[in-house]
């Protein structure tokens, strides 16, 4: 069975700019969460959405958003984005009860 | 807000050594996972734990959740050089909303095994 996937792998964007990563769940997992890792941390929660709600949101700015599609894949967006958000984004998708399977990232670079 | 506090920061070790790693939380946890994160990867769960005083093995590793539910640590027999890596505890505190899915990391414990 296919893990978590994620696209695309790496990413280089300028300040102010946009950008939307991609995240395919695990098939039969229904809840989808991202967190972000900068460099030499643990990872930190941002959203997770379940059946395409929002079911939580951790502490990031409204620049932060995502949704969840149909199929259960999900999207996260940047908005105006600074050097701070230069990190790994990282997507995990889960059924109920069970722990976070984690896919390999996107690494974004804010230049 | 929550925080868990994960020692040692990093370990040098030689091949076949025992391992000790732990993790304190100033909140009360219902869970304890343990993750492994490769360079250029995603953390990959290596054992979860869900009652208080559980003591659970998935091969060479052995984790334990605290009795007191604000502590776990990790245990990893007779170490191989594949052991290196970045392990990192986590959970969902009890106090937080949103189910199990929000979990609060640690900062990981990086391991680096000399062959």
């Known amino acids: 069975d296919a893990g978590v996937t994620q696209s695309p792998t790496h990413l280089i964007k300028t300040r102010g700019q946009h950008v939307t990563l991609r995240c395919s769940p695990i098939?039969?997992?229904?809840?989808v969460s991202w967190y972000q890792q900068v460099l030499g941390q643990g990872p930190q929660f941002i959203f997770q959405?379940?059946?395409?709600?929002?079911?939580g949101r951790g502490n990031f700015p409204d620049r932060f958003s995502a949704r969840q599609f149909p199929n259960y894949s999900s999207e996260l967006n940047v908005n105006a984005l600074l050097l701070g958000d230069s990190a790994l984004y990282l997507c995990?998708?889960?059924?109920?009860?069970?722990?976070?399977?984690f896919g390999n990232g996107t690494r974004l670079t804010v230049t | 807000g929550q925080q868990l506090n994960q020692s040692p920061q990093s370990m040098f070790i030689q091949e076949g050594e025992d391992v000790s790693m732990n993790c304190t939380s100033s909140?009360?946890?219902?869970?304890w996972l343990w993750y492994k994160q490769d360079p250029g990867e995603g953390p990959v769960l290596l054992i979860a734990?869900?009652?208080?005083?559980e003591l659970t093995s998935n091969g060479r590793l052995t984790a334990q959740f605290g009795i007191t539910r604000k502590d776990s640590f990790l245990n990893i027999s007779a170490s191989i050089p594949s052991d290196v890596g970045i392990y990192f505890c986590?959970?969902?505190?009890?106090?937080?909303?949103?189910?199990?899915?929000?979990?609060?990391f640690g900062k990981g414990t990086k391991l680096t095994v000399n062959p």
């Open positions: 995990a998708s889960s059924t109920y009860n069970s722990p976070l399977h």
């Open positions: 098939s039969g997992h229904k809840s």
């Open positions: 959405y379940y059946e395409k709600e929002e079911r």
């Open positions: 909140s009360i946890f219902n869970t």
């Open positions: 734990l869900y009652k208080a005083g």
């Open positions: 986590a959970g969902p505190p009890v106090s937080t909303q949103g189910g199990s899915e929000k979990l609060v």
